[in-house]
Nanobody
Framework: QVQLVESGGGLVQPGGSLRLSCAAS????????MGWYRQAPGNQRELVAG???????NYADSVKGRFTISRDNAKKAVNLQMNSLKPEDTAVYYC???????????WGQGTQVTVSS
């Protein structure tokens, strides 16, 4: 069983930056591919960025060049640095752990990000 706790959300003006963090406990962190997803009201949850235990990353086209995902396997943490934020980035952001070896996955509780002037 893996528990995920997100932090770092908040209100920011357009063009600003935020850094989200996800702390994991339980399980073997390096067994999991980590991802950040977001869900805006009325929309489906979508992948923002993902990172494998080896550090390979992928990003949604809408955030490429603005967001950076990173992980620290020793600290069992994954971060999302978000720069040049836009109002359309407003959503609840969720951390997900997906096992490399099975279909098992876990979600965090989410953290709200609001981009508004």
């Amino acid at each position: 069983q893996v528990q995920l706790v997100e932090s770092g959300g908040g209100l920011v003006q357009p063009g600003g930056s935020l850094r989200l963090s996800c702390a994991a406990s339980g399980g073997i962190f390096s067994d999991y591919r980590m991802g950040w997803y977001r869900q805006a009201p009325g929309n489906q949850r979508e992948l923002v960025a993902g990172i494998t235990s080896g550090g390979t990353t992928n990003y949604a086209d809408s955030v490429k060049g603005r967001f950076t995902i990173s992980r620290d396997n020793a600290k069992k943490a994954v971060n999302l640095q978000m720069n040049s934020l836009k109002p359309e980035d407003t959503a609840v952001y969720y951390c997900k752990a997906q096992s490399h070896w099975s279909s098992r996955f876990y979600w965090g509780q989410g953290t709200q990000v609001t981009v508004s002037s």
